[in-house]
């Protein structure tokens, strides 16, 4: 019997009309036959079911990006329709589809080791390029297969220490201190917070040269605590101490200056009792 060959297309420049293929993107198609199945690059619960429920399913697999956990982990399913039968492959769905949707706030709420190999994924995928794609792929397939069939996980940097939970109080507000001066500690400090229940606060880094990195956080829009009125204040602050206004927010982040701040802890969490 001839040996089914798949295929991976990521490609940017990928036309968008497509037929007999698995795409995930912005595609279309006037294919009306189930050959043609084009999904939403977070569509990968949706090309699961259509997997485990017998769709027919085209021989490549079309995509411009692999520009998030789901379409990756559709590629694994493609690739090695084994993976689609393992009992752990339904969460493994689910949880990829909670990072993509909500980041490190995604990652603090399922499994530590699964966390970790996803976070080693979505940083790979950032930062290769297109001509070291391919190696990048075969290898993060590799990683991906051993921890759903055997729970062995690749090598990963090792985790910071916990933050010191200094005080905390209503609604979920929590004032942090990472063991680190650097912007890694304080981004895993806060996906550890969000594991014990905390749900937004202040996480600031021991001092050098009498200065701080500071990230404050609130896991959701409906949590109170207005960060983009918060940094315009901080950042006049700055500005009246001759230094950087470097504070920006996304409404769920405030990030101080990059090399730190000056301001004391007291005063920055005065103003944030106030917004």
């Not at 950032?126 to 993060?140: F, I, R, S, W, Y």
Request: hydrophobic residues 45%; charged residues 20%; proline residues 5%.
């Amino acid at each position: 019997m001839e040996e089914l060959q798949l295929q991976v297309v990521v490609n940017p420049e990928v036309d968008s009309a497509v037929k007999g293929v698995v795409a995930f993107g912005n595609f279309t198609t006037e294919d009306d036959t189930l050959s043609t199945s084009i999904y939403r690059v977070t569509d990968v619960r949706a090309f699961y079911k259509d997997l485990i429920l017998g769709r027919p399913v085209g021989l490549t697999f079309v995509t411009r990006s692999i520009s998030n956990l789901g379409v990756f982990v559709s590629i694994a399913l493609f690739l090695r329709r084994e993976l689609a039968l393992h009992p752990s492959m339904p969460g493994i769905v689910a949880a990829a589809e909670m990072v993509d949707a909500y980041g490190l706030s995604g990652l603090a709420h399922i499994d530590r080791d699964l966390a970790k190999l996803f976070r080693v994924l979505r940083a790979s995928f950032l930062e290769v390029g297109q001509n070291d794609l391919e190696n990048l792929l075969t290898n993060a397939l590799g990683w991906f297969q051993d921890f759903v069939t055997q729970g062995q996980l690749v090598a990963t940097p090792e985790d910071p220490d916990p933050p010191k939970i200094l005080d905390y109080g209503t609604n979920g507000f929590v004032v942090a201190q990472s063991s680190k001066c650097d912007w890694f500690n304080l981004d895993q400090g806060w996906e550890e917070l969000y594991r014990q229940g905390f749900l937004r606060g202040l996480l600031f880094s021991p001092m050098v040269n009498d200065r701080r990195l500071i990230l404050v956080a609130r896991k959701s829009p409906y949590l109170s605590l207005d960060l983009q009125v918060a940094a315009s204040a901080l950042n006049d602050a700055e500005t009246a101490l001759e230094e950087e206004p470097d504070w920006v927010s996304d409404q769920l982040w405030l990030r101080g200056p990059k090399n730190g701040t000056l301001l004391p802890i007291a005063s920055i969490l005065d103003l944030l009792v106030r917004v």
